[in-house]
């Protein structure tokens, strides 16, 4: 069974630079038919996409966080991993990571599926 | 402010027949498919229907998906105090800011 858990600092400065890693269990990264992604949530609010990766390093990002967004992909950890720059305290929230399912038959098809625990992260001086 | 409209709330009896709807444009809903996520309390969001109306493993047939136009409904029968949650609506946009998009969220109560 296919499982992803986040891991990285619970506290975050403001103007700093947030670092998530994501470590999947029970599958490889390196399967040709997912993407890997990252999904936030601030406290009491909804669901956000910030990005995602393929195993092979290509990577596509929300436009309204692109400027601060990088993540990237170590295969032979198993791991993916999200940097988020100059970070506010609106970028407060659970972080989760999740494995992303994307395709094209005659329309676009895409969910999340399964979901790492979430972890928060706290922008606060 | 989402992309995907939800209704913030909704309520029902247990044992009895609730929808949720989601509401988005011909970028989003109209042209590709539709996604549901039911987020318990205290957890992380979890797949219940992808595809419009398809359901994973594991997923009772007391859930189902299904779309009309720009929009999508969420159906949920035998309803049980074990499925208060958020629920949210996710699919692809194809603007200029393309990739996936997330309603706000309905959270269920179960009276």
């Known amino acids: 069974q296919l499982q992803l858990q986040e891991s990285g600092p619970g506290l975050v400065k403001p103007s700093e630079t947030l670092s998530l890693t994501c470590t999947v269990s029970?599958?490889?990264?390196?399967?040709?038919?997912?993407?890997w992604g990252w999904i936030r949530q601030p406290p009491g609010k909804g669901l956000e996409w910030i990005g995602s990766?393929?195993?092979?390093?290509?990577?596509y990002y929300n436009p309204s966080l692109k400027s601060r967004v990088t993540i990237s992909v170590d295969t032979s950890k198993n791991q993916f991993s999200l940097k988020l720059s100059s970070v506010t305290a609106a970028d407060t929230a659970v972080y989760y990571c999740?494995?992303?399912?994307?395709?094209?038959?005659?329309?676009?098809?895409?969910?999340?599926?399964?979901w790492g625990q979430g972890t928060l992260v706290t922008v606060s001086s | 402010q989402s992309v995907l409209t939800q209704p913030p709330s909704v309520s029902a009896a247990p044992g009895q027949k609730v929808t949720i709807s989601c509401s988005g444009s011909s970028s989003n809903i109209g042209n590709n498919y539709v996604s549901w996520y039911q987020q318990l309390p205290g957890t992380a969001p979890k797949l219940l229907i992808y595809d419009n109306n398809k359901r994973p493993s594991g997923i009772p047939d007391r859930f189902s998906g299904s779309k009309s136009g720009t929009s999508a409904t969420l159906g949920i029968t035998g309803l049980q105090t074990g499925d208060e949650a958020d629920y949210y609506c996710?699919?692809?946009?194809?603007?200029?800011?393309?990739?996936?998009?997330f309603g706000g969220g309905t959270k269920l109560t179960v009276l």
């Open positions: 999740a494995r992303e399912r994307r395709g094209y038959s005659y329309v676009i098809y895409n969910w999340f599926d399964p």
């Open positions: 990766i393929y195993y092979s390093g290509s990577t």
């Open positions: 996710g699919t692809w946009d194809s603007s200029l800011s393309a990739g996936p998009v």
């Open positions: 029970g599958g490889s990264i390196s399967s040709s038919s997912y993407y």
